[in-house]
T-cell receptor
Framework: GEDVEQSLFLSVREGDSSVINCTYTDSSSTYLYWYKQEPGAGLQLLTY?????DMKQDQRLTVLLNKKDKHLSLRIADTQTGDSAIYFC??????????FGKGTRLSVIA | DSGVTQTPKHLITATGQRVTLRCSPR?????VYWYQQSLDQGLQFLIQYYNGEERAKGNILERFSAQQFPDLHSELNLSSLELGDSALYFC????????????FGQGTRLTVV
């Protein structure tokens, strides 16, 4: 079945880059998403990438996709304290609802 | 503001009781999804409705049920509640095209005591 794996915790210093990694199992994934959840809030879509792309950049965010290894990463440049949140990777094959990882809790140390 | 409204925001109830969580999707969205978020299980997909019909079913317990009404709002009914049902319940909505963004509500925090 579908599965999405993420490391649970990441701690970085303010101003450094953060890299959050995700592996997925469904090779038919059409879209891969990164969602952000701030404390006490719902999930907010940060960015997504189509499966026929290798990279997508959006301001401080860079998404890299390695389809061969089924590996997705999210790089946040110049990480700020406001980036502290839980980041979820999710896959979508276009036919079934989003499958989420358990989330990576990013802590930014000032 | 995602445009998805969930009520209530918080709910505290006793074991054995029944509660109803409500979700209003974004205007124009036909799909509604329900997810359960707990500390140990992460975000688990429960059920999806599309234009009033059940579209997909995930890890939803038999004690739980949902429906989507003609005005497209949805309700998740949780009955015979147990302590382990305490969690955040999220509703999300999306448009009809596969791969379109799913917008999430703020969630309902259910505490069973």
């Amino acid at each position: 079945g579908e599965d999405v794996e993420q490391s649970l915790f990441l701690s970085v210093r303010e101003g450094d880059s953060s890299v959050i990694n995700c592996t997925y199992t469904d090779s038919s994934s059409t879209y891969l998403y990164w969602y952000k959840q701030e404390p006490g809030a719902g999930l907010q879509l940060l960015t997504y990438i189509f499966s026929n792309m290798d990279m997508k950049q959006d301001q401080r965010l860079t998404v890299l996709l390695n389809k061969k290894d089924k590996h997705l990463s999210l790089r946040i440049a110049d990480t700020q304290t406001g980036d502290s949140a839980i980041y979820f990777c999710a896959q979508d094959d276009g036919n079934t609802p989003l499958v989420f990882g358990k989330g990576t809790r990013l802590s930014v140390i000032a | 503001d995602s445009g998805v409204t969930q009520t209530p925001k918080h709910l505290i109830t006793a074991t054995g009781q029944r509660v109803t969580l409500r979700c209003s999707p974004r205007s124009g969205d036909l799909s509604v999804y329900w997810y359960q978020q707990s500390l140990d299980q992460g975000l688990q997909f429960l059920i999806q409705y599309y234009n009033g019909e059940e579209r997909a079913k995930g890890n939803i317990l038999e004690r739980f049920s949902a429906q989507q009404f003609p005005d497209l709002h949805s309700e998740l009914n949780l009955s015979s509640l147990e302590l382990g049902d305490s969690a955040l319940y999220f509703c999300a909505s999306s448009g009809p095209t596969p791969g379109t963004e799913a917008f999430f509500g703020q969630g309902t925090r259910l505490t069973v005591v």
